[in-house]
């Protein structure tokens, strides 16, 4: 049995999550990510105290590791590794878009594309079967009418994330198919579960943010 924490920072809203194995116990949502520092200490203690629970009781920390927000990334890994350090836990990192394609993962698509909006026409955006392995890994895009035609031909895809709503208006394909998700923690539990049971843990003195710096044309 593991019980974990799970923090995310890197998308519009900060969230945690409470988790026991891949099952979540309690979620906790904040809506503006502006006070992402402020709230999240205070959320913690709360969320812990309500199911009687110490920093010592948890079997590890998660949080999402990016790509996302620079600031949102910088405050929920210095708080996970700052809490990890205090308990003497493990800390877990997971991939935000990953996490956001758990989100989407109903079988009603082939392949899943979140997308986190990087400002102008670029995205961090990655591409996962419904089996969340990478068809395309994480990547930071600049999004034109041809971007995933090749994919397109073959295969049904659920574009979804704020990144997403400027893509639907550059394209129109029958497998193009545009969902309005909400993600957050709650959508780490199976990924943390599953990194716990493998023993893979992180760093905890040089994990760092992924902030997907690099850019690249259109994928085909």
């Given at each position: ?12 809203t ?7 194995n ?11 990510q ?31 590791e ?110 193009a ?44």
């Amino acid at each position: 049995m593991s019980i974990i924490l799970n923090i995310d920072t890197a998308v519009q809203t900060s969230s945690i999550c409470l988790a026991e194995n891949d099952k979540p116990l309690d979620v906790k949502i904040n809506p503006s990510q502006q006070d992402s520092a402020a709230w999240l200490h205070v959320a913690i203690n709360g969320l812990l105290q309500e199911h009687r629970l110490t920093l010592q009781q948890l079997d590890a920390i998660a949080v999402s590791e990016g790509p996302g927000s620079y600031t949102g990334l910088r405050v929920g890994m210095s708080t996970a590794k700052g809490l990890c350090y205090v308990s003497q836990k493990p800390l877990i990192t997971i991939n935000t878009l990953k996490m956001m394609a758990v989100a989407a993962q109903d079988g009603s698509t082939g392949l899943m594309c979140p997308m986190i909006d990087a400002r102008r026409m670029e995205v961090f955006t990655a591409v996962f079967d419904q089996q969340l392995n990478y068809i395309l890994p994480p990547t930071n895009l600049v999004l034109n009418e041809n971007s995933f035609q090749e994919l397109l031909k073959y295969n049904s895809i659920a574009f979804f994330g704020n990144g997403s709503l400027k893509f639907q208006q550059q394209i129109e394909h029958p497998n193009a198919i545009f969902k309005a998700l909400e993600t957050s923690a709650l959508f780490m539990a199976s990924l943390s579960n599953e990194k716990f049971i493998k023993q893979e843990f992180a760093n905890l003195a040089y994990s760092q943010p992924f902030y997907g710096k690099d850019f690249y044309s259109s994928p085909k």
